[in-house]
């Protein structure tokens, strides 16, 4: 799928869905159209008995199981037997920007904005009214911005340009993998990527700091600035909390990935995802202010959904947001020796 969600920053709410390219839509291999006769449906066909196909199916029995509380519960099951076997949409068919969500829901209903994350992040916004040398930290960011633009700029714009919309891509290539490949990670990939983009934008709004580009026009980013204020970066908070939820799944392989191998993988997710967010800042749409508030809202977050109170983390029910659990464990596997 071409990337031109680029056109005018459309929809670019911190990279939310990450709606990019190379399959990056959430379905293994991006897609494919099925055109079908008008004169004679493919449904039309007959079985060997001479029967349509249209008329075959495979019978859904929808089963009311409210049970005894007040709010009403449906499941759909192979028969009209109680307990027969559930043929719910099944797990492996949610692709990875959906199943994303199932997390998201769980996330975003616990109490995961304490005042103490709410604290940490104001102030570090505040901690820019510190003087250093005669000169606030806010005003030394106006000239590391200014220097940026000046000294890196041309030789980054490529970079810029790339990761603007999406860049979960970005990390599949670091790790030599595609969606068809480890469809598991690439949903965790997902989660991160929805997770950061929702977490940041809930203190973008509630801080509201203007753009760079707005208290120092001179810095013309190269590209549209989003439509959404600047503290903490969106891109930042997502590709750390990428990395990090990345470097969780590969502790969690049987048997143990050997540490060589973590750490190199580790320590390239890591760098990429700095990479990310400093480039924000040298096109001018970030303060480093803004990416440091990323990293420490990714932690947050992190150390949030990653939980498991109820035991080693080996099974889903170990953790306290269970969709999350499921992911990373089957993601695992996904990197255990054959």
Known sequence: MSNTGNTGNTGNTGNTGNTGN????GDVGGGWILPDRADFPFAMEADSSGNPLGLLSRKVYIHDETGGGAKKKVAFRISNAAGSASVAFDDRNWAGRW?????????????WDSQGLNNLLIDMVLDLNTSVMGKTKQEHEYEALLAMARDERASALGEILAQDVEFITAFMEALAITPGSHPRTFRVLHIASLLGSFTALYYKDLIDRPRPSWELPALMPPLPVPGHSAFPSGHATQAHLMAKCLAFVFTLTSPVMPAPHQAALNETLGALARRVARNREIAGLHYPSDSAAGYALASEVFAKVSDHPGGNGSAASHYAFRTFGKAVLQAAKEWEAS
């Open 22 to 25: 190379a399959g990056i839509n």
């Open 99 to 111: 199943y994303a969500w199932r997390v998201l829901k769980q996330f975003s209903a616990s109490n």
